[in-house]
């Protein structure tokens, strides 16, 4: 019984966990939608920015990947 | 009499395609009602021996080495065989392995600087490995081998430990400036310093979990979405969207191995002028 109780806690926790990955995508969007909006009104100096998007984007996504870890150790090692 | 023969021959391969798929309606129809839906997502990362059933050991062949094993040969013969001509005028496979090389040449170039390749042989053959077993793992029945964490940490440990003892090494105790921030005020300085320390060591989790989490939950979404198709009534719609999230899958396998190749080389160049 106790046992199902705390398992049923991981459950529910690691679905909370998934939450924090909408930050990182609202994080994605917020990089890659400023990207844009600065390479349009200069797309002459957007190739030369395209790594750093990237980087940026990898930045953001750090923090959902936390979450997801979370989530994947409440799952399986808990 | 001639003319409906070459009809019907012309017309042959759109009935069989068309036969196989009611084949697999109905079977999956049958299916559906003997069985129910059922969903395995996570089973396809499933290590198994590929002869037998024995336990894995440290020797074992299991589909993770012979898919890796598969990697390693595809990039040899694609660099072997595309640097075999050398022709003025390259042949497509030669082409490919020039634009390879040439676009992580321009990568490590543009973000390390000049100093930064020395170490382009590692790079090229992190992008070269990461960009093969995922695309390799895009093939039906196939296994992805970057989509288990053991894979991906190994690679993001070696850079890891590789960048932390190179800018020791070329830098002595001058590394450790990387985390003192001195165009910050004086007060915030040690502050700083925690964060930077703190997310210098959380570097090889993400790094390793960005790569693993992606592959895997791009499978995992294909598989949920192929148990789906064991309904007759919505089968048509999920394999539009298996159609639709695989064209998503061919970007993100690409994307994700740019992303590890361009991190490695951000690291890397902390390690040649950690001075802010």
């Known amino acids: 019984m106790e046992g199902d109780v705390v398992q049923m806690g991981a459950y529910i926790g690691a679905g909370l966990a998934c939450t924090g990955m909408g930050g990182a995508a609202l994080g994605v969007g917020q990089v890659v939608g400023n990207f844009l909006s600065g390479a349009l009104r200069n797309p002459s100096a957007a190739g030369g920015q395209t790594a750093t998007m990237f980087i940026g984007i990898a930045f953001a996504e750090a923090l959902g990947i936390f979450s997801f870890l979370v989530a994947l150790l409440l799952m399986f090692a808990v | ?276």
């Open chain 2, 1 to 276: 009499m001639a003319e409906p023969s070459e009809q019907t021959a012309s017309r042959t391969p759109a009935f069989i395609i068309f036969g196989l798929v009611a084949v697999v309606f109905i079977f999956a129809f049958i299916n559906s009602k003997s069985s129910g839906l059922s969903f395995y997502p996570l089973d396809q990362f499933n290590v198994k021996p590929i002869l037998g059933k024995g336990p894995v050991g440290t020797f074992t062949i299991t589909n993770v080495t012979l898919w890796m094993a598969l990697t390693v040969a595809g990039i040899a013969l694609l660099l072997v065989m595309g640097t075999r001509g050398r022709a003025l005028v390259p042949t497509r496979m030669q082409s490919v392995a020039e634009m390879a090389y040439g676009f992580i040449y321009k990568m490590v170039e543009d973000v390390t600087g000049k100093d930064g390749l020395r170490y382009f042989p590692y790079i090229m053959t992190l992008f070269m490995f990461i960009v093969f077993s995922n695309f390799l793992g895009l093939l039906p029945l196939s296994f992805t081998t970057t989509s288990h964490i053991a894979v991906t940490a190994v690679m993001a440990v070696a850079v890891f430990l590789a960048v932390t003892i190179l800018g020791f090494v070329l830098n002595g105790a001058g590394f450790l400036s990387l985390f003192w921030i001195s165009s910050a005020p004086l007060a915030l300085r040690p502050i700083l310093a925690l964060i930077e320390v703190i997310s210098y060591f959380v570097r090889p989790v993400s790094h390793s979990i960005r790569l693993a989490g992606n592959m895997m939950a791009g499978h995992a979404v294909i598989k949920v979405f192929a148990a789906f198709s064991a309904i007759a009534v919505i089968s048509p719609l999920s394999i539009a969207a298996i159609t639709a999230i695989y064209a998503l899958e061919v970007l993100v396998c690409f994307i994700q191995a740019y992303v590890f190749t361009i991190l490695t080389c951000v690291y890397l160049k902390d390690a040649l002028h950690p001075h802010h």
